[in-house]
C-alpha cells in the first residue's frame, strides 16, 4: 500500500481531528504507549518462547498501531508520510551506503601535474628550537608546508594534525590543503582553483579538522572506536554542501576521520613517524 494513501485512510479514523495541543499530544503518547506494548510483547516471547502462540500476530497488530500514530502525527504536522519515508531512506542510505558507487577522483579529466599524487609517502619529524617543539613535515625528503606547533598551553599532539589532511585526501580524494602542500592546485580551471582550492576551501577544512579534533579529544581521541557520531557527521556534511566533496557519504567522512586518528595517534606516541597515502585504494596507513 502506497504511504501517502495509508496516511489519508488513517486520518477518516481519528478521534481527535485538529492542530491543537490535545490533537498532537494524543498520537504523540499513542507512540509511546504502542512501544510499550510491544516490548511487553518482547517480554513474553522471552519468558514463555514457543508458548506464546499468538507472538508473531501480536507483533503485527502492535506495528500496525505504531504505523497509524506516525501516520497521525505527520497529518498533525503537516507532513507527507511518503516524503518522510523517501527522506529517512536518504538519510540512512547516506550514512550506511548498501552499494558501493563508482568512485572517481575530482581531478581525474585534469593534467598529471594538476592531479593528486595518487600514491605518495609523508614524514613527520619533530624539531627542537629552544623550549619549543616543531613538526616539520616532507615528501621524498623535501621540506613542505611551514613547521608546526600546538599553538595551545598544554602539549597535546596538534602539531601532528596535517595527518588529518592527508586521510581526506587519501580517502575522499579531496584536501585543498593537502593540494597546496603538495603544490598541485588546478591552476587550468581558474573558477576550480578559486572555489575548490582557494582560501575559503582551506578554512573549511581546517574548521573541520578543529571541530572532529574537540570531539576526538573528548572520546580518548578515538581510540577503540569503531564509528562516529552522526551529528558530527552531519554538521561537517553541512559545512561542504556548497564544495565539490558533498557527493561523498557520511560513512566516507567517518571512514576518512578514524583513518586519519588511527595515524595520528601512532605518530603522537612515536613522535614522529612516515604514513603511506594511497588514493586508488582509499587508504592511509603508518609504515615506519
Known sequence: MDLSHYQKEATK?????????????????GLAGEVGTLLSEYKKFLRDGPAHSHFHNEVEEDLGDLLWYVANVATKFGLDLSAVAEANLKKTQNRWP???????????????????????????????????VRVVISRDGVVIGDPLTDNAHEDDGYRFHDVFHFSYAAVLGWSPISRSLLKVKRKSQPKLDEIEDGAR??????????????????????????SVDYDLLQKIHTLVSDREVKVRSLADWERAILTGYNAWRHIRQAHGGTIDVDLLAQSMVVVS
Open 98 to 132: 548498501s552499494d558501493a558507487c563508482k568512485y572517481q577522483l575530482f581531478d581525474e579529466a585534469l593534467p598529471s601535474i594538476e592531479q593528486m599524487p595518487r600514491r605518495f609517502q609523508i614524514t613527520f619529524a619533530e624539531k627542537l628550537e629552544g623550549a619549543k
Open 13 to 29: 479514523t481519528d478521534q481527535v481531528k485538529g492542530d491543537g495541543r490535545e490533537a498532537i499530544l494524543v498520537p504523540l503518547l
Open 201 to 226: 576551501a582551506k578554512i573549511i577544512e581546517e574548521l573541520i579538522s578543529q571541530l572532529v579534533y574537540t570531539y576526538a579529544r573528548e572520546h580518548n581521541y578515538l581510540e577503540g572506536v569503531s
